[in-house]
């Protein structure tokens, strides 16, 4: 475990500039950090367990063919995959209005790592193809707040030695780690 600052050790990690230590953070850790830490925590342990497809069940599952024609998909460190529109805005595309919160932070995370990484700054969309809506998303200081404040937590779940207590929430049902936390 690192004594910089979370933020600091990703910036380094991005540039080539770490030490021994690497910290890398990609938009489904940062989506897996809203929706519950101790998914996150296996996750980042490569715990794999085949349950059917779990976005699929619980509908994070992108719809790939959504304004197919009009965004193109771009890589960056093979740490963030983005999709940017024709207009030059990051598009992020979920299916239901519930899970908004996972989703935005994500967009917002990547609106970060290009604005700090790559030195572009952009807008979002985040696109509800099935509600036919779409809401701008912008990255002020507050969401760099956010965005930074999130690094650090993702930082601290996943170099615990054990992963957070299991809580029951909504998604636990659809979770590919289900077993592992409520079987007896
Ligand atoms: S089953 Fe629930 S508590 Fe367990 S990892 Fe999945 S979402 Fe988290």
New binding site residues.
């Given amino acids: 475990m690192t004594d910089s600052d979370p933020v600091d050790l990703l910036l380094q990690t991005a540039r080539d500039e770490a030490g021994p230590e690497e910290f890398r953070v990609t938009g489904v850790m940062m989506q897996y950090y809203v929706?519950?830490?101790?998914?996150l925590?296996?996750h980042s342990r490569h715990v794999e367990i085949d349950r059917g497809n779990a976005a699929v069940v619980r509908g994070t599952h992108v719809d790939e063919t959504a304004y197919a024609d009009k965004r193109k998909h771009v890589s960056i460190d093979g740490t963030i995959a983005i999709d940017v529109l024709d207009d030059g805005r990051v598009m992020e595309v979920k299916p239901s209005s519930s899970l908004v919160e996972p989703a935005k932070l994500q967009l917002l995370y990547y609106l970060w790592y290009l604005k700090h990484v790559v030195g572009v700054e952009k807008s979002g969309v985040l696109a509800h193809p099935t509600e036919r809506k779409r809401e701008g998303v912008e990255l002020g200081e507050e969401e760099s707040e956010q965005v930074e404040d999130a690094i650090r937590g993702v930082y601290n779940v996943v170099t615990s030695d054990s992963?957070p207590?299991?809580?029951?929430?909504p998604?636990?049902?659809s979770?590919?780690?289900?077993?592992?936390?409520?079987s007896c």
């Fill in positions: 929706v519950c830490k101790r998914e925590w296996f992963p207590p299991a809580t029951e929430k998604v636990c049902e979770c590919a780690y289900h077993d592992f936390c409520w």
